[in-house]
């Protein structure tokens, strides 16, 4: 089955603990895309990625890393959360870029930073 | 400013009743239009899409989005309205003419049985 996998689902986690969601997509897609969800804000891009090896900055990065080694993969890492980072998390990925074609989402990730 | 509206936050239809979900639209050049669902604890599934040719776009579920170029709209409509189509439904444009979207801040929609 096509498919975006994120892990965990849930995670609740410490001020400054550095934490890393994963996402793993089976389709050979090109491009790669984190978005945080918020209430009253909708989803905002914070990285995205077009290829191995090629990552750039969304809308909100500050805070946020990525990196893209392997096409399939593409982890957010958290390297010292904060309370304003609790938030619902979804990876996205496409076959070229996000204009062209429809992404496939993940079933995302609710973080909790305590 | 490139943007993209959708001007109900909730939009409540009784099952079997034909449902809109509306969206608007402000980008520079040719908008490619997406639309997509979000249920319940899922990521978001993609619907349907409009880049060219019939205004009239089919797409998942027996959705369907009529492009409206004169009104920049691009409104989801279905005939018949299921309690299971109740769910969060989101708007997006591409910006200009670069590969980005722009995303609506997304539509409630509760079908009554």
């Known amino acids: 089955e096509a498919q975006v996998t994120q892990n965990p689902r849930y995670l609740i986690t410490v001020t400054g603990k550095k934490l890393t969601v994963t996402c793993s997509q089976n389709?050979?897609?090109?491009?790669m895309s984190w978005y945080r969800q918020d209430p009253g804000l909708g989803l905002r891009q914070i990285y995205y990625?077009?290829?191995?090896?090629?990552?750039d900055k969304g809308d909100v990065p500050e805070g946020y890393k990525v990196s893209r080694k392997e096409k399939r993969n593409f982890p957010l890492i958290l390297e010292s959360p904060s309370p304003n980072q609790t938030s619902l998390y979804f990876c996205?990925?496409?076959?070229?870029?996000?204009?062209?074609?429809?992404?496939?989402f993940g079933s995302g990730t609710r973080l909790t930073v305590v | 400013a490139q943007s993209v509206a959708q001007p109900e936050d909730q939009v409540n239809v009784a099952e079997g009743n034909p449902l809109t979900v509306k969206c608007t639209y402000s980008?520079?050049?040719?908008?490619?239009l997406f639309w997509y669902v979000q249920y319940p604890n899922r990521g978001l599934q993609f619907l349907l899409k409009?880049?060219?040719?019939d205004n009239l776009v089919k797409g998942s579920y027996g959705f369907e989005a009529e492009f409206n170029k004169s009104q920049t709209s691009f409104h989801l409509k279905k005939p018949s309205a299921l309690v299971s189509d109740s769910a969060l439904y989101f708007c997006?444009?591409?910006?200009?003419?670069?590969?980005?979207?722009?995303w609506g801040l997304g539509t409630s929609l509760a079908v009554n049985p």
């Open positions: 996205a990925s496409s076959f070229r870029d996000e204009t062209s074609y429809g992404y496939t």
């Open positions: 389709m050979n897609h090109e491009y």
């Open positions: 990625s077009m290829n191995v090896e090629v990552t």
């Open positions: 980008v520079s050049g040719n908008p490619y």
């Open positions: 409009y880049i060219t040719g």
């Open positions: 997006a444009v591409r910006a200009g003419n670069t590969r980005k979207l722009i």
